[in-house]
Every structure is written in structure tokens, then in C-alpha cells.
């Protein structure tokens, strides 16, 4: 009799216990449930902040950030990791700051070399005019500190 009741709770218990399937409300297909297993947020008075999540399908984040940049912009660093559809382990870190979002990561592309050395006469046109440039700037500037005709001196 008590193996009876014994059973009959650990059934019950059983049936109680979440389910990790559930049916979407605007459909009838069915979709696995993904457990957090970590979400530790700390957010300080003077701006900063932590955040790690974990989840059960093996999806990891984490960042931090503090108001250090100009205009108290938010200076964030962190990184990431998940497995792609075709199994490959990502794993990203990455910077945001003034000069934005900077990632690094093995399975980011790379741009490929430049397919050839530059001529040097397209260095020396380069050249040439940025010297332009440079006399251009020079000339435009002592026309706005030297008087215009309209303020000479009496004669």
C-alpha cells in the first residue's frame, strides 16, 4: 500500500513539473523551452554596470561599461559566445568606444591584401595635392587676417 502512494506522488510530481516544450499562441507548432541558467545584472549610482547571461543552449553574454567617454558617453567592453547552425563555436569580444563598435573575433572576416603595390607616380600626384591643399589653407587664411579694402587708413 505504501509503494501505491509513494508512486502515485512521484507521478504527480512528475506531471507537475515544468515542461521545456511549449505551443506558440499563433501557431500549433511546438518549440523547445531554453533555460537561463545565469542573469546577474549590477547597475551602480554613478553609472556603471555588469551583465552576464547564460542560457541552457549553451549562449553566453557578458558586458560592462562605465560613463568614461566625452559628453559621459558609455564605454562598454564584453564578449559573447553561442554555436552556429553548422556547429562552429563563436566566441566574439569586443570594445565600444569613441571609436566605435570594435570587434575581434577568429571567425570574423578579414579583408584580403591589397592585390598590389600603389605606382609611384599615383604616390607623387598624392602628393602633389595635398601640398595644393596645404597652399590653398595658407592663402585663404591671410586673406581672413589681412584687412579688406573697406578698412584701409584715411589718406
Known amino acids: 500500500m505504501n509503494f501505491v502512494v509513494i508512486f502515485a506522488c512521484v507521478a504527480a510530481l512528475a506531471n507537475a513539473a515544468p515542461q521545456y516544450k511549449y505551443i506558440t499562441p499563433d501557431s500549433s507548432e511546438e518549440v523547445d523551452f531554453v533555460p537561463i541558467l545565469k542573469d546577474d545584472r549590477v547597475h551602480e549610482e554613478d553609472g556603471t554596470y555588469n551583465f552576464d547571461f547564460e542560457a541552457g543552449n549553451g549562449i553566453r553574454f557578458s558586458q560592462s561599461g562605465s560613463p568614461d567617454g566625452d559628453e559621459d558617453a558609455v564605454i562598454k567592453s564584453g564578449e559573447y559566445s553561442y554555436t552556429a547552425p553548422d ?45 595644393e591643399d596645404a597652399a590653398r589653407a595658407r592663402q585663404e587664411s591671410e586673406e581672413v587676417s589681412s584687412p579688406s579694402g573697406f578698412y584701409r587708413y584715411p589718406q
Not at 571609436?99 to 573575433?105: A, E, I, K, L, R
Open 87 to 131: 556547429g562552429t563555436h563563436v566566441h566574439v569580444r569586443f570594445v565600444a568606444d569613441e571609436n566605435g563598435f570594435q570587434p575581434q573575433s577568429d571567425v570574423l572576416p578579414v579583408a584580403p591584401a591589397f592585390p598590389h603595390p600603389i605606382p609611384q607616380f599615383v604616390l607623387d600626384q598624392i602628393a602633389f595635392a595635398a601640398e
